[in-house]
């Protein structure tokens, strides 16, 4: 082995969540298990889900011919208690990886009986304990990266489930960010066609111009051109910015945001020699001429940038979390209730989102300073 090289014994293992029970979470794992495709990474594959289901789940897809071998996988059965200690850490990393599994799984039980398309609000507080558990692996580098599985946002908020200051449960990138103690995080999906980042998240529409604020349009630009350098070594990316309003505000006729706000940071970031552009009207900025000329777009809100990304690969595009200690991927679907133990879904965003972690993960290691 050459210096500096890591072996593939020492290399960290991907925590991929699978989310909502009664989604396709546990679906695509399977069905990337059965094709052999976890083996791609060169990587331990732990997977979060409650072993019994994942078993009916696997079951149930052979039923359907969607599976056409049942994958094997190890279990572990971990205390999930005590999921903030080293405990936990001690429990996963004493077990011994059998190559002859696609991944281990990380039994966190269901409070009730899971049936597939079928939300129980019971089982909201065990999705919730992945992400916890997920969190604390990936914290203390037990775990390379996090990839996340769907989960219902609406099952966790009818069950009572908090972020850590006390608002209500409105996603993954949410959640992560303040389990990190970050002030700001930022969503990115990304496919082949594009890369778009939102300055705003999971807000009702009529939030959404309080939040363009020149702190947050400010912190998201610098998370961004950080992320991309570290995550996608770009250093010098390209980075288009929509504006808030049609035709970005047309002069200040149909509103100012881009005058008082937007436009004001993204001088200071050009002054500063960022390649970024001022705010232009998002209906334009997503046009083929604009996209060949860009890494990234910054898009303020998130039916702004998303719907057109996605019409350009659902399926094939990765979301991840920018900002963060750790690395985050995840699908870019949601828990496809239709589909759950049907045979339908696709497990290609799946895909892509361990493609990617996988990648980072490994540059990470090549951009680690020697001791
Ligand atoms: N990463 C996450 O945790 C995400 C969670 N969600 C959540 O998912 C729930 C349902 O959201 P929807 O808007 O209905 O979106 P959805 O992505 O679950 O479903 C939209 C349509 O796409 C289809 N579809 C989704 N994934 C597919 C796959 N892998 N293969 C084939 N077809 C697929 C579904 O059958 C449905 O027709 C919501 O609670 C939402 O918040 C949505 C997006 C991401
Ligand atoms: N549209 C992406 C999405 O809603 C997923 O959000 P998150 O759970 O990754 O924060």
């Known amino acids: 082995m050459k210096k500096n090289e890591i072996s593939i014994q020492e290399k960290q293992p991907l925590l991929l969540t699978t989310g909502e029970p009664a989604g396709i979470g546990m679906d695509v794992v ?19 889900a409650d072993a019994t289901a994942m078993q009916t789940r696997a079951d149930e897809l052979m039923a359907t011919g969607a599976l056409k071998r049942c994958p094997t996988w190890q279990t572990i059965n971990i205390d999930t208690d005590d999921v903030n200690t080293e405990h936990l850490t001690k429990q996963v990393t004493q077990q011994n990886a059998d190559a002859d599994h696609a991944f281990i799984l990380l039994n966190i039980p269901c409070a009730a009986p899971v049936s597939c398309g ?3 609000i019971s089982n909201s507080a065990m999705v919730a304990k992945q992400l916890e558990i997920a969190h604390t692996l990936a914290t203390n580098k037990t775990a390379a990266a996090i990839v996340t599985g769907p989960l219902q946002k609406s099952a966790l908020i009818e069950a009572g489930i908090k972020l850590l200051d006390g608002t209500m449960f409105s996603g993954h990138t949410e959640f992560f960010m303040q389990q990190s103690g970050c002030e700001k995080v930022v ?4 496919n082949q066609a594009m890369k778009v980042a939102l300055v ?17 349009v400010r912190q998201t630009v610098q998370i961004v051109v950080d992320d991309m350098r570290e995550k996608f070594g770009l250093m010098q990316p390209r980075i288009l910015v929509c504006g808030l309003n049609p035709h970005a505000g047309e002069g200040g006729h149909l509103g100012v945001e881009e005058i008082d ?6 001088k200071e970031f050009i002054k500063a020699g960022v390649d970024i552009s001022e705010a232009m009207p998002a209906d334009t900025l997503f046009t083929p001429k604009h996209l060949a000329n860009c890494d990234a777009v ?12 996605k019409s350009h690969g659902f399926g094939d595009t990765v ?10 991927t995840s699908v870019d679907h949601g828990t496809a209730l239709d589909l759950a133990g049907r045979g339908g879904a696709s497990a290609t965003s799946l895909y892509q989102a361990l493609v990617m972690a996988n990648e980072m993960a490994d540059r990470s290691i090549v951009n680690r300073p020697l001791a």
């Open 30 to 48: 399977l069905l990337l298990a059965a094709e052999n495709k976890l083996q791609d990474f060169q990587r331990p594959i732990w997977v979060t």
């Open 118 to 120: 079928q939300i129980n």
């Open 187 to 190: 969503m990115m999906l990304a």
């Open 200 to 216: 705003t998240t999971h807000l009702p529409l009529k939030d959404v111009p309080a939040a363009i604020t020149s702190d947050n």
């Open 261 to 266: 706000i937007i436009n004001p940071v993204l």
């Open 298 to 309: 910054i898009a303020m809100y998130h039916d702004q940038g998303l719907p057109v990304l």
């Open 319 to 328: 979301n991840l979390t920018l900002g963060l200690p750790y690395i985050r």
